[in-house]
């Protein structure tokens, strides 16, 4: 059970995967999740699940991409539940994308799913916790890709690393108004968005024990938290290695 209790918590990115599984697993807290994506009827069975699980949940269907509707979201949270204590923002996605086959248009949408989605979120939030008593927590789920660039997954590397960047600032700007910032870096995660597409994946874990490592975090709240050891150990050492041996080592790990 989560030691996160009597809590308000929104989830960007809760009608799937890790999100939704997160959600599931912080509904025994007696918590009030506020849940958002763009498919409401996914997003509804979730916040139906949360509240069978005795949580009260409000879910809102809204575009992270759009700033004006995240701003949105984020004042509902607060007007329905008066704060918002904990915000994981989990929103993004990582396509398959060799750089000899991208236009521009695809790599920045790939920036845009991936740090549009957090900045929209991050500024109301931001404003929002910075009047409240106990400031809150903002938690990223950002990915071990963030760490380093990997062949077919450059675009999504690059904005994961972005979002990494801002949200270390904020965290040395904001500690003293009480606003804490975790990213949090999985390896592979068995979520169904992924597993059509033929990148190796090893050291896979499930999306019931990513979930897990994700709550573990917004519990702790460390600066960077990464899962699962084995991928968090292969990033650390080829990012030790000369970068030639790293590049043959990546180079057969993406082949088709
Ligand atoms: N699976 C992995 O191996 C892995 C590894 C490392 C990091 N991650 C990161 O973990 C996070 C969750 O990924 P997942 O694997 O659980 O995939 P997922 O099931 O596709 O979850 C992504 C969630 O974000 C929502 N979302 C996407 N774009 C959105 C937008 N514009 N506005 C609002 N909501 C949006 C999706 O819902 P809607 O489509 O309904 O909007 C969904 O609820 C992502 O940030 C991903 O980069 C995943």
Redesign the pocket.
Known sequence: MAHITDRTVLI?????????EVARQLAHGGNRLVL????AA??AAVAQDVRAKGSACLDIA????DPRAAADVVAAAAAEYGSVDIALL?????PDMSMDQVSVADVSRIMA??YD?VLNYLVPLIEQMGGQREGGLIAH?N???GLMAIPRQGPYCAAKAAARTLIDAARVELAPRGIRFTSIH????A????SGDDLPKPFQVSQERAARHVVRAMEKEPAQAYFPRTTTALVRTLRALPEPVSSRILRKLAAR
């Open positions: 960007v990115g809760a009608s799937s995967g890790i999100g939704a958002t994506a763009r498919r996914e997003l809204a575009d992270a991409l989990n929103a993004g996605q990582g799913l991936n989605v789920t990915s071990l890709a999985p390896g592979f995660v979520t169904e968005r992924i």
